[in-house]
């Protein structure tokens, strides 16, 4: 089946510094990749909508230039989260659709996420 | 928000029990999926079922989804304690949408 990877899946760095977050579709090329953000105990937040070969959608009360996404590639999509502080340590997730599987209703794929800790 | 609630919030059951969750949502949907967590994972994909849709079964899963309530339910027949997650309803307005998720539900089956 369809496998999104997600790298690294976990990292610790100092304030102010920024991290680069990568989701890889592995057998399958995604136009579109979805980044969410997920506190303890709480459910997904859609961050933004990843497109390859354009900018991304960003949603409401997201800042996109504190998280800058980059889509170069049919199979890649980063996340950097820049001069990061500790109110971004989260948890963050990326997935995609991959459309050989027919037309739309589309389950998505899950990166197994990154657990962000800055201190 | 095109998400509405999810209950319970929390459930417990004893093993081989069923459990039942139900979500709800606000706006016309095209899709409603259901995925399940286990902590500190990424999500995996249980059932979609699409809004001229009633019902679906997968394994020991059964969703229904009812649109004149906007309301959706899981349910888990003879729940092990591998069940034990947390489970969040999605829905998309169109069939190529983003997908916007549930405040879920946390599973506990004890053994």
């Given at each position: 089946g369809a496998v999104v990877s997600q790298h690294p899946s976990w990292v610790i760095c100092k304030s102010g510094t920024s991290v680069k977050i990568?989701?890889?579709?592995?057998?399958?090329?995604?136009?579109t990749m979805f980044w969410y953000r997920q506190f303890p105990k709480q459910s997904l937040m859609l961050m933004a909508t990843s497109n390859e070969g354009s900018k991304a959608t960003y949603e409401q009360g997201v800042e996109k230039d504190k998280?800058?996404?980059?889509?170069?590639?049919?199979?890649?999509?980063?996340l950097t989260v820049t001069s990061a502080h500790p109110?971004?340590?989260?948890?963050?997730?990326?997935?995609?659709?991959?459309?050989s599987q027919g037309g739309g209703n589309q389950p998505q794929h899950f990166g197994d996420g990154t657990r962000l800790s800055i201190l | 928000s095109q998400q509405g609630e999810e209950d319970p919030q929390a459930l417990s059951?004893?093993?081989?029990?069923?459990?039942?969750?139900?979500?709800?949502?606000?706006?016309?949907?095209?899709?409603?999926?259901?995925?399940?967590q286990n902590s500190g994972r990424g999500l995996v994909h249980l059932i979609l079922i699409r809004s001229n849709e009633r019902e679906k079964h997968s394994g020991r899963l059964r969703v229904t989804l009812?649109?004149?309530?906007?309301?959706?339910?899981?349910l888990i027949t003879?729940?092990?304690?591998?069940?034990?997650?947390?489970?969040?309803?999605?829905?998309?307005?169109?069939?190529?949408?983003?997908?916007i998720f549930g405040p879920g539900t946390s599973l506990s089956v004890i053994p």
């Amino acid at each position: 089946g369809a496998v999104v990877s997600q790298h690294p899946s976990w990292v610790i760095c100092k304030s102010g510094t920024s991290v680069k977050i990568e989701c890889r579709s592995l057998d399958f090329q995604a136009t579109t990749m979805f980044w969410y953000r997920q506190f303890p105990k709480q459910s997904l937040m859609l961050m933004a909508t990843s497109n390859e070969g354009s900018k991304a959608t960003y949603e409401q009360g997201v800042e996109k230039d504190k998280f800058l996404i980059n889509h170069a590639s049919l199979t890649l999509s980063t996340l950097t989260v820049t001069s990061a502080h500790p109110e971004d340590s989260s948890f963050y997730i990326c997935s995609a659709r991959d459309p050989s599987q027919g037309g739309g209703n589309q389950p998505q794929h899950f990166g197994d996420g990154t657990r962000l800790s800055i201190l | 928000s095109q998400q509405g609630e999810e209950d319970p919030q929390a459930l417990s059951i004893q093993e081989g029990e069923n459990a039942t969750m139900n979500c709800s949502y606000k706006t016309s949907i095209n899709n409603l999926q259901w995925y399940r967590q286990n902590s500190g994972r990424g999500l995996v994909h249980l059932i979609l079922i699409r809004s001229n849709e009633r019902e679906k079964h997968s394994g020991r899963l059964r969703v229904t989804l009812d649109t004149s309530k906007k309301s959706s339910s899981l349910l888990i027949t003879a729940s092990r304690a591998a069940d034990t997650a947390s489970y969040f309803c999605a829905t998309s307005k169109t069939s190529y949408d983003k997908v916007i998720f549930g405040p879920g539900t946390s599973l506990s089956v004890i053994p």
